[in-house]
């Protein structure tokens, strides 16, 4: 529920999205990618993700560290099987 509650967080999935090209982003330019995070908000993000282990800062940037590489892995499996997910008709 833990890993739940932190990907629920507004612009936490987006943040690991723009890290999975194996570039070192700043600051600056990962808010650039992240269309309109203010810069409070990604800097809580990318705090929780770094405390969970998923994202590390190296002295030129922003990467996913093993367990955030492994973790957009499985996220991918859950991607593929919401492609052919279709939801019952409400109405």
């Given at each position: ?9 507004r ?18 330019r ?12 990604l ?11 998923l994202v ?36």
């Amino acid at each position: 529920m833990a890993l739940l509650d932190l990907l629920g967080r507004r612009w936490a999935l987006r943040v690991l999205w723009e890290l999975q090209d194996d570039s070192t982003p700043t600051f600056r330019r990962l808010q650039q990618r992240c269309d309109g995070v203010s810069s409070s908000v990604l800097a809580d993000r990318l705090r929780e993700l770094g405390q969970a282990d998923l994202v590390e800062h190296t002295g030129d940037g922003y990467l996913l560290t093993g367990q955030g590489r492994t973790l957009l892995e499985r996220l991918a499996l859950l991607d593929a099987w919401a492609a052919d997910w279709q939801p019952k008709a409400t109405g």
